[in-house]
C-alpha cells in the first residue's frame, strides 16, 4: 500500500485548506484512514480517524474545525481544516489501518502503532 498526501500549503490564521491522502493497492474500503501531525522534536499527534464504516474521531485540539472524509471509488481520504491556528502548523501524515477482521466498518484504531502504513507528510504552515 502506498499513501500519497497533498494539499498543504501557507495559510493565514483563520484560512482553511484541504488535505488529500490517495490510496494505491490494498482494499481501501475496508481499511481505517488517519491522519497524524508532527512538529520537530515532537512525536506524531492523532488528528482525527475514519472506520470503513465512515465513524470518526476527532481529537480535542481540531473537533469542531477539521472534518475528515473519505471517497472509496477514489481511494481517498480528505482532511477539510477550517479556522486554521499557528499551533497547526506541522507536517501532516495519513495512515492506513489494513483490517483483517471479519467486520471491518466500526475499527476506529487510535493508537499509532495500529497503522500498518504511512505516507510521506505534506506540510501546512499557517502564519500570523
Known amino acids: 500500500v502506498q499513501l500519497v498526501e497533498s494539499g498543504g500549503g501557507l495559510v493565514q490564521a483563520g484560512g482553511s485548506l484541504r488535505l488529500s491522502c490517495v490510496a494505491s493497492?490494498?482494499?481501501?474500503?475496508?481499511?481505517?484512514m488517519g491522519w497524524y501531525r508532527q512538529v520537530p522534536g515532537k512525536g506524531r499527534e492523532l488528528v482525527a480517524v475514519?472506520?470503513?464504516?465512515?465513524?470518526?474521531y476527532y481529537s480535542d485540539a481540531v473537533k469542531g474545525r477539521f472534518t475528515i472524509s473519505r471517497d472509496d471509488a477514489k481511494n481517498t481520504v480528505y482532511l477539510r481544516m477550517n479556522s486554521l491556528k499557528t499551533e497547526d502548523t506541522a507536517m501532516y501524515f495519513c495512515?492506513?489501518?489494513?483490517?483483517?477482521?471479519?467486520?471491518?466498518?466500526?475499527?476506529?484504531?487510535?493508537?499509532?502503532?495500529?497503522?500498518?502504513?504511512w505516507g510521506q507528510g505534506t506540510q501546512v504552515t499557517v502564519s500570523s
Open positions: 495512515a492506513t489501518y489494513v483490517c483483517s477482521k471479519y467486520v471491518c466498518d466500526d475499527v476506529l484504531p487510535l493508537n499509532e502503532y495500529e497503522y500498518d502504513y
Open positions: 493497492g490494498g482494499i481501501f474500503r475496508l481499511n481505517a
Open positions: 475514519i472506520s470503513a464504516g465512515a465513524r470518526t
